[in-house]
């Protein structure tokens, strides 16, 4: 599954991350190949993967805000079982490491708030395992090189990235990808 992955970001490094229906009914519309879905609960979770995967586009579901679960690996088994989801995103290296073992492709979620945060990267990381990293806010390209030096994993710039010069620049600071729910970005 990591080289359909791959290859989508290449296609288009822009992920469309939804926060309701009205940002799912446009961002199946748009090139983005992948869908982060941030706002779900286990009634609703499994039609909106399937109307993502309908379009043809892989679906990641931010299993941390997923409404009516708890932060335990019963969580991951449910999304296994009761969806076609692609993958997960997660702030907790516990439910990223245990998602590998379900077949889910896995994003381990950062928010770079201090130097604290920064320090404790890799060590999270060589907990996890993840497939690829989220850092937030992602409009931050001096922070997003910095991570780059440090570690080896594929880096996702998020929160806050807003225009185009912020795509570019995160994707020359060296991310691999954006993700953004402003849906002016996903055209660009």
Known sequence: MR??????????PVIAAVKDDKGLEEAIQTDCKIIFILNSDIINVGKIVEKVKSHGKLAFVHIDLLEGTS?????????KESTRADGII???AQMVRAAKNYGFYTIHRFFLVDSISFKSIDKQIANSSPHFIEILPGMMPKAIGWVKEKIRTPIIASGLVCEKE????????????ISSTNNEVWYM
């Open 90 to 92: 997660s702030t907790k």
């Open 71 to 79: 932060n335990k690996e019963v969580s991951l088994q449910f999304l």
């Open 3 to 12: 080289d359909h992955v791959e290859e989508a970001l290449e296609q288009n």
């Open 166 to 177: 912020d795509v570019m620049e995160a994707i020359k600071a060296g991310a691999v990808a």
